[in-house]
């Protein structure tokens, strides 16, 4: 397997089922049927209108950014649920 990927076989009574995600956002899915050896694939790349790295970069920092007042907002409404369900 090459340097950024990491992959996951799933398998449900004769189907076995593949899922590989590459470092570069691509997603190779496969399966196949044991029994009638059929077999399908798919690829799943981030090439079109997707978020460019820079989006990405930004909503990371504004989640960061915001992170502690989320937390405090969380707190409250467990602490509200908590009174609410007595």
Not at 12 to 35: E, P, Y
Not at 51 to 73: H, T
Request: with cysteine.
């Amino acid at each position: 397997m090459p340097l950024g990927e990491s992959a996951r076989l799933f398998c449900f009574n004769r189907q076995k089922l593949t899922v590989s995600l590459h470092v570069r956002s691509i997603m190779k899915v496969s399966a196949a049927d044991k029994g009638t050896g059929k077999s399908s694939s798919v690829t799943i790349e981030n090439d079109k209108g997707r978020l460019s790295q820079e989006e990405i970069d930004r909503m990371v920092a504004d989640a960061e950014k915001f992170a502690e007042e989320d937390d405090l907002i969380k707190k409250k409404v467990e602490a509200r649920n908590a009174l609410e369900n007595c």
